[in-house]
């Protein structure tokens, strides 16, 4: 379920506006554009009559100066989508005390239940390289979390022309294949140009994602990292690796005069130090980066060159992705097969 972030004072909301605004170093109109909000919603955000979308503050929050994020952070709360609806709910509970103590009972022991066939359904469960590329995804793209009204939420974006194949023929079925009977729902948002959204309420992988995998439930985006558990095996790596590149990663072909061939770039973003590290350790001993650190926009690049490498990704790492496999396909025909 989306959250909403309220700041708890007047002053903390101003204040996050104004070093947007200074890190930006633009016009407010200039910054709607960029994070293609509309005038009158992007006006009720700075004001206060509209909460911000959590995935949108985590994108504004980029742009903050560094050493006032943790203020920043320290002034805010996370709301569910449905706050409305769940003050509601706190006023029956005081009206009806009695009954929602003995329904929490009830809960109580059937939640019990609940772990227990959790445990059991998981037991001895091995991690796969399939598996593990359903983990590369998630870290690339996903998030997860449970809310007060006990709603466990699982969700993956993407954008719908580009990546709906790939959901729908690699990562979901590999989900289903742990989980019997799940229940994806794909959105495209009308807000937002060509998104998608695809969500699961099961606590059954909410349960996978948290004790198996060993994700902590919550904001993950300058914390995420690969689970150490995987971090031994290399088969396991290298395809967490690839559905890392097949989500969060992109090819640029460079078509300039100088280059007689399409040129490919494979490069990845992120604002997590920790998973930046993992992979920078581990591909460094198999290719030739190309990192730094972009002190402006806080992210950590990472970028491989070359047909040559490009070829050896192909062999050790590769795409299940059809929106890189294209782009892979077209540095092919532009050689010589012997050379490719």
């Not at 009158?40 to 050493?67: A, M, P, Q, R």
């Not at 009308?190 to 699961?200: P, Q, S």
């Not at 490009?310 to 782009?327: C, E, Q, T, V």
Request: aromatic share 14%; charged share 30%; hydrophobic share 35%.
């Amino acid at each position: 379920m989306p959250m909403r972030v309220k700041f708890r004072e007047e002053v903390d909301r101003k204040k996050f506006f104004e070093l947007l605004k200074t890190g930006l170093n633009s016009n407010w109109k200039n910054i709607r554009k960029k994070f293609n909000v509309p005038k009158s919603t992007f006006e009720k955000y700075k004001n206060g009559k509209l909460l911000i979308s959590d995935d949108l503050f985590e994108k504004l929050l980029i742009y903050v100066d560094e050493n006032k994020k943790k203020s920043i952070k320290e002034s805010i709360e996370n709301l569910p989508d449905n706050f409305g609806q769940i003050k509601g709910g706190k006023k029956a509970y005081v009206i009806n005390f009695e009954k929602f103590k003995e329904g929490r009972k009830i809960r109580s022991k059937s939640g019990e239940k609940l772990n227990k066939q959790y445990r059991n359904l998981f037991k001895g469960f091995d991690l796969k390289p399939e598996v593990c590329e359903l983990i590369g995804a998630f870290i690339g793209d996903g998030c997860f979390n449970v809310y007060k009204n006990k709603v466990y939420h699982i969700e993956f974006s993407g954008n719908f022309g580009l990546d709906i194949e790939y959901y729908q023929e690699r990562i979901i079925p590999i989900i289903e294949s742990i989980i019997e009977y799940i229940n994806p729902h794909i959105y495209k948002p009308k807000t937002k140009n060509n998104a998608l959204r695809v969500v699961f309420y099961s606590k059954k992988l909410f349960y996978f994602l948290k004790e198996i995998v060993g994700f902590i439930p919550g904001k993950k985006t300058f914390t995420v990292a690969i689970p150490e558990k995987i971090m031994n095996n290399e088969e396991l790596m290298r395809s967490t690796i690839r559905g890392i590149f097949d989500t969060d990663g992109t090819i640029f072909l460079d078509r300039r005069k100088s280059y007689k061939k399409p040129y490919p770039r494979i490069s990845l973003q992120t604002v997590s130090k920790n998973l930046y590290g993992q992979l920078e350790n581990y591909l460094s001993e198999k290719f030739s980066l190309y990192t730094y650190f972009n002190e402006k926009r806080h992210v950590y690049i990472i970028e491989i060159y070359g047909i040559n490498q490009l070829r050896k990704w192909m062999s050790l790492i590769g795409f299940s992705n059809k929106r890189h496999l294209d782009k892979v396909a077209l540095v092919a025909q532009s050689v010589r097969a012997q050379h490719w």
